[in-house]
């Protein structure tokens, strides 16, 4: 078995700031005062005039209000780089990228992927693209693209077929009319043992070809990494840290503790420095019921489902910064972690305490009030 897979995903991101998303002028413009129950639609407060940024939020607010959100979706609080992350298996996202494209310097679609396995010849599989909400981008097409190659120590050694890859990836982003990579081949990599001189050196080689054709690179790093930062950085738009699953099955607990999130970002720069706007610190939009049969990740509908089947109230943990309750349902009980407005702010703020951008795993994932607070 081949242990060393090329890049599993090769997920592509458009900045915003140079495209135009159609705004969605008739979610903005319309007003549903009168209806409570409505799910999700703008008013005229932000989530900090209606006083629900708390530590104490009362279970029915979440409930009730969380699809409420402040009508100016082009206002922006936090002032650094935003990469909000889309994926095909929760079309909400796309949504989402709708509504408050204003908040965000760059998505990113993960809709490529490189097969993994032992397949010789491998395809960027852009039949998952999503063509009618990219055609609201930009105009795009569907040609398919194939790349032949096997594992990173091939394509270390390879010229050729570095040459195939690199023409597979520009040649899909010019298609598509895409501004680059988000590149995650980090972990598999270094975590499989392939030496991390030669991961560096693929992605440095990725990353020059692609500039060299104005597309940029963002790599998704591992959190508690921060060795090769340096050799980097010159090649990188960004790195999108991913800040997140401290805790599992095994170990439940909060996902991202704070003091954990400020570590990993200093481990990658030490000092105060221009160059940490580079890094964007991982939010997750999506939480975990840890049940005494294990559990899962839970999406914002779930979370609110629970929540409102157990009416339990939340809990705050000063030590990780997070909030949790504890479900008991005739189902079976659990301790359900998932973000809150006022443990969000909490991260913005340390983001911008540090100087760092932030990227969020995933925008269908969250709920909309959440996006008041960008
Ligand atoms: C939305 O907020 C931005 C920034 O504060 C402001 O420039 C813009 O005029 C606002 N748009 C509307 C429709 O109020
Ligand atoms: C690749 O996978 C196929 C089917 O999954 C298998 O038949 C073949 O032997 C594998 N080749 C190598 C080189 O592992
Ligand atoms: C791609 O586009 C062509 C022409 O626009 C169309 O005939 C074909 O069915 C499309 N293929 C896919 C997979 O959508």
């Known amino acids: 078995m081949n242990i060393f897979i090329l890049i599993i995903s090769v997920l592509l991101f458009i900045q915003l700031s140079e495209c135009t998303l159609s705004p969605p002028k008739d979610r903005n413009t319309k007003k549903n005062k009168g209806k409570v129950e409505t799910k999700e639609s703008p008013i005229e407060q932000d989530v900090f005039s209606r006083l629900l940024v708390v530590k104490n939020p009362k279970t029915h607010d979440i409930i009730r209000k969380s699809g409420y959100y402040f009508s100016n979706t082009t206002r922006r609080r936090f002032s650094g780089e935003v990469l909000g992350y889309i994926t095909p298996w929760n079309n909400n996202g796309l949504e ?70 690199i023409s597979a990836l520009t040649d899909t982003a010019k298609n598509f009319h895409f501004d680059g990579y988000v590149l995650e081949i980090w972990n598999q990599f270094v975590l499989t043992g392939v030496d991390a001189q030669i991961v560096v050196t693929v992605i ?8 060299n054709n104005n597309l940029d690179t963002i790599l998704a790093v591992p959190p508690s990494r921060g060795d090769q930062f340096d050799q980097l950085s010159p090649y990188l738009k960004a790195f ?128 909309h009030y959440f996006y008041d607070l960008l």
């Open 96 to 165: 989402v990228s709708k509504i408050f494209h204003g908040k965000f310097t760059m998505l990113s679609p993960v809709w490529l992927a490189f097969s993994e396995g032992n397949a010789s010849t491998y395809k960027l599989s852009t039949y998952d693209v999503q063509k009618k909400w990219l055609k609201e981008i930009k105009a795009a097409n569907n040609r398919s693209h194939y790349v032949k190659t096997n594992d990173i120590i091939e394509l270390y050694s390879d010229t050729k077929r570095q040459l195939s890859l």
């Open 204 to 211: 440095q080689f990725i990353a020059h070809q692609l500039k």
């Open 240 to 367: 999108s840290l991913m800040t997140y699953d401290y805790s599992s099955i095994q170990r439940p607990g909060p996902n991202s503790p704070i003091d954990w999130v400020r570590e990993c970002v200093e481990l990658l720069v030490p000092e105060e420095s221009p160059k940490r706007a580079q890094i964007l610190l991982g939010l997750n939009f999506y939480g975990y019921n840890y049940t005494p049969e294990g559990g899962k990740a839970i999406l914002g509908s779930e979370y609110l489902k629970i929540l409102e089947s157990s009416n339990e109230k939340i809990q705050w943990d000063d030590n990780s910064k997070e909030h949790f309750f504890v479900a008991k349902l005739s189902g079976g009980s659990g301790i359900i972690f998932y973000p809150t407005l006022y443990s969000i702010l909490h991260r913005l703020d340390l983001a911008a305490e540090l100087g760092t951008g932030i990227s969020i795993w995933e925008l269908g994932q969250g709920l």
